[in-house]
């Protein structure tokens, strides 16, 4: 079993199925590498898969995931009957759907996992967002896309975040912080100047930022996560490990009676 990553402001949704998986498993008293990579389809893949969706007491061989590619493109899920491989295929950042017992999944190692349930209209989005899609508005997008979707009101919408890297050890170059800066100005909580030409990032709490604009309340979103190079022993980080493995966080609704 796992013993996943879940978000308390989520778990009180009983329709609402969801969890961040750690970088290990236990069998038999055993403690074994989690590990699913971008690439998907290898065996170890597979049956990690069904381990984790096991845990969640989800009766399903595989999740549902799209290519992602640090963009800014939401993936409408529509059709309950489409083959995991044909999702594959969409190039996005985003999923939402309003498909009861269809697990969808975001893959990440540093980058922020985000979970958006609207209990209203019962409907679900998961979001992949790094610092190119986040810089892109991947976030705001889905909340847009949500409403156009579904009739989704954003006041209705409860947000949480899953394990990602934060402002304590995300530190990047003038370059990569200058549309930050020209959007948020320095000096506010969430970026700062490190040292000379340098700059650090927290991309959950700018999330935040960017739920609370889209109209999202302030209390309905979860960000406070750990941050995945501090806790390294739990979470894959790319920034610190160069090539790893991957968390994978799910949600799924369950059918409303
Ligand atoms: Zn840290």
Same mark, same amino acid.
Not at 151 to 156: M, N
């Given at each position: 079993m796992i013993s996943l990553f879940s978000i308390n402001v989520l778990k009180k949704q009983r329709l609402l199925i969801h969890g961040t998986s750690p970088r290990f498993y236990v069998i038999n008293g055993e403690r074994k590498p989690f590990f699913c990579s971008e690439k998907g389809g290898a065996r170890l893949f597979l049956k990690h898969e069904k381990i984790f969706l096991n845990s969640l007491?989800?009766?399903?061989?595989n999740f549902l995931r799209v290519t992602q590619v640090h963009g800014n493109y939401v993936y409408v899920l /529509? +059709?309950?009957?489409?083959l995991v491989s044909e999702v594959g295929k969409f190039e996005a950042d985003a999923i939402i759907t309003h498909i009861p017992n269809c697990p969808i999944a975001v893959l990440t190692a540093d980058c922020v996992p985000i979970i958006i349930y609207d209990p209203i209209k019962h409907v679900t989005g998961l979001v992949h967002a790094g610092r190119m899609g986040t810089q892109k508005n991947i976030l705001t997008n889905t909340i847009e896309a949500l409403s156009r979707e579904y009739?989704?009101?954003? /006041? +209705?919408l409860i947000m949480g975040m899953g394990p990602a890297i934060r402002g304590c050890c995300y530190e990047v170059n003038e370059s990569s912080a200058l549309p930050f800066i020209k959007k948020y100005?320095?000096?506010?909580?969430?970026?700062?100047?490190?040292?000379?030409n340098k700059f650090s990032l927290d991309l959950p709490m700018i999330n935040q930022f960017e739920g609370c604009k889209a109209g999202v309340l302030k209390e309905n979103i979860h960000s406070d996560v750990p941050c995945t190079v501090c806790e390294n022993h739990r979470w894959y980080s790319y920034r610190k490990e160069g090539k790893t493995g991957r968390l994978v966080t799910l949600a799924m609704l369950q059918r409303r009676e």
């Open positions: 007491e989800i009766d399903r061989e /529509k +059709d309950p009957d489409i009739g989704s009101s954003p /006041k +209705d100005s320095l000096c506010s909580e969430f970026i700062k100047k490190t040292e000379k």
